[in-house]
């Protein structure tokens, strides 16, 4: 079995038409072979020779027990890609994402989330990336694209924002350790096989794959150039969700790998407490308590103007900026209750509907 350079894989459920957004962002991103080949002229890179010549990619769609199934999608695109569609029974996309691995041919695994859209110049700059640092794995930021709706630019805004605790999540470089997430994320397949791959974690497993990697003593970076378009969830009920067990998780976390959970990681919490206190005291006139949450609201309106530059958008930013930190805070604690109150080993909130 020949081996390739990329093994992109692809967890799916429900999700044809998103699909088939993402496949043609593949196929559009032709300068891939070129900076591959650009690349292996400079023999300090590490890319000479056979490497060059052997250079290849592939792409894995693992469809976990949709109902819509996206194998008509995958067959539009197998005379311009190498596409290998794979059915599973629904376990979750940890569960699909170790399906793909494990027929993938390439030295990297590259895993994206079927509402990404995969931008030009991406693949460029992560042979910049992994020539220049030498990771074992790596990851990159995500963004909204123009056309993207009001509701998904300001949910992109809630999730990326130095004003809520978005900006823990990487798009810059930190001062403290960086954990790729699956949206965006690549490691060597040596390395992933080595320590298991993902776990049966319903939710945070991507950070889990990280944090035993690290442990491993596996080297991550952060490829700032290395950006995708992520469309994330189309409304705010369906976003609490995504943050409520994005909240739950961090604590799971960190009974799994203890000191991962930072002070920052707190805030949505101390947060949720500040909102309750605000509503209990109205009943006594004490309005003063909802000054520092007004206060919070034009700042988010006005930075979420200047950074979308959209009005609808702008809008929404302050309630999607609300439901991440509500959400996020409130599944932190319930998972705190769960696990150190009631001394369960796992907390899980909105499971049945992760992909919803």
């Given at each position: 079995?020949?081996t390739?350079?990329?093994s992109?894989?692809i967890?799916v459920?429900?999700?044809?038409?998103e699909l088939?957004e993402?496949?043609?962002?593949?196929?559009?991103?032709?300068?891939l072979?070129?900076?591959?080949?650009?690349?292996a002229?400079?023999a300090?890179?590490?890319?000479?020779?056979?490497?060059?010549?052997?250079f290849g990619?592939e792409v894995?769609v693992?469809?976990?027990g949709?109902?819509?199934r996206?194998?008509?999608?995958?067959d539009?695109y197998?005379?311009?890609?190498?596409?290998?569609?794979?059915y599973?029974?629904?376990?979750g996309?940890?569960?699909?994402r170790?399906n793909?691995?494990?027929v993938?041919?390439?030295?990297?695994l590259?895993?994206?989330?079927?509402d990404?859209?995969?931008?030009p110049?991406y693949f460029?700059?992560?042979?910049g990336?992994?020539?220049?640092?030498?990771?074992?794995?790596?990851?990159?930021?995500?963004?909204a694209?123009d056309?993207?709706t009001p509701?998904?630019?300001?949910?992109?805004?809630?999730m990326?924002?130095?004003?809520?605790t978005?900006?823990?999540?990487?798009?810059?470089?930190?001062?403290?350790?960086?954990?790729?997430?699956s949206?965006?994320?690549g490691?060597r397949?040596?390395?992933?096989?080595?320590?298991g791959?993902?776990?049966?974690?319903r939710f945070g497993?991507?950070?889990?794959?990280?944090?035993?990697?690290?442990?491993?003593?596996?080297?991550?970076v952060l490829i700032?150039?290395?950006?995708v378009?992520?469309?994330?969830r189309?409304?705010?009920?369906k976003?609490?969700?995504?943050?409520?067990?994005s909240?739950?998780?961090?604590?799971v976390?960190n009974r799994?790998?203890?000191?991962?959970?930072?002070g920052?990681?707190?805030?949505?919490?101390?947060?949720v407490?500040?909102?309750?206190?605000?509503v209990?005291?109205l009943?006594a006139g004490?309005?003063f308590?909802l000054?520092?949450?007004?206060?919070?609201?034009?700042?988010?309106?006005?930075?979420?103007?200047?950074h979308?530059?959209?009005?609808?958008?702008?809008?929404?930013?302050?309630?999607?900026s609300?439901?991440?930190?509500s959400?996020?805070?409130?599944?932190l604690?319930?998972?705190?209750?769960l696990?150190?109150?009631?001394?369960r080993?796992?907390a899980?909130?909105?499971e049945?509907?992760?992909y919803?």
């Amino acid at each position: 079995m020949d081996t390739l350079l990329f093994s992109i894989i692809i967890p799916v459920y429900n999700r044809p038409d998103e699909l088939k957004e993402l496949l043609d962002s593949l196929v559009q991103n032709r300068e891939l072979k070129s900076a591959v080949t650009d690349v292996a002229l400079d023999a300090d890179n590490g890319i000479i020779g056979d490497q060059a010549a052997a250079f290849g990619m592939e792409v894995i769609v693992v469809e976990d027990g949709s109902r819509i199934r996206s194998k008509e999608v995958c067959d539009l695109y197998s005379s311009h890609l190498d596409l290998h569609y794979l059915y599973q029974e629904n376990t979750g996309p940890a569960g699909a994402r170790n399906n793909g691995a494990r027929v993938a041919r390439g030295e990297w695994l590259l895993f994206f989330d079927s509402d990404c859209l995969i931008p030009p110049g991406y693949f460029e700059a992560v042979m910049g990336g992994i020539t220049s640092e030498k990771p074992d794995f790596f990851g990159g930021p995500d963004r909204a694209s123009d056309d993207f709706t009001p509701v998904q630019k300001a949910i992109d805004y809630a999730m990326t924002s130095f004003l809520t605790t978005g900006g823990i999540r990487g798009g810059r470089r930190r001062l403290d350790r960086y954990y790729p997430r699956s949206f965006n994320k690549g490691v060597r397949k040596e390395a992933y096989d080595a320590v298991g791959g993902f776990s049966a974690l319903r939710f945070g497993e991507d950070l889990d794959l990280s944090m035993r990697l690290m442990k491993a003593g596996y080297r991550s970076v952060l490829i700032p150039d290395a950006w995708v378009y992520h469309k994330r969830r189309t409304d705010l009920k369906k976003f609490f969700k995504q943050v409520y067990n994005s909240g739950m998780a961090r604590v799971v976390l960190n009974r799994l790998h203890p000191g991962t959970m930072k002070g920052l990681h707190l805030l949505p919490s101390f947060f949720v407490v500040y909102l309750l206190l605000a509503v209990a005291m109205l009943p006594a006139g004490h309005l003063f308590l909802l000054w520092p949450l007004l206060l919070f609201i034009l700042a988010l309106f006005a930075h979420g103007w200047s950074h979308t530059r959209s009005f609808s958008a702008a809008l929404l930013v302050p309630p999607a900026s609300l439901v991440q930190l509500s959400g996020y805070g409130s599944g932190l604690w319930h998972a705190l209750f769960l696990i150190y109150l009631l001394g369960r080993k796992e907390a899980r909130a909105f499971e049945k509907t992760f992909y919803k």
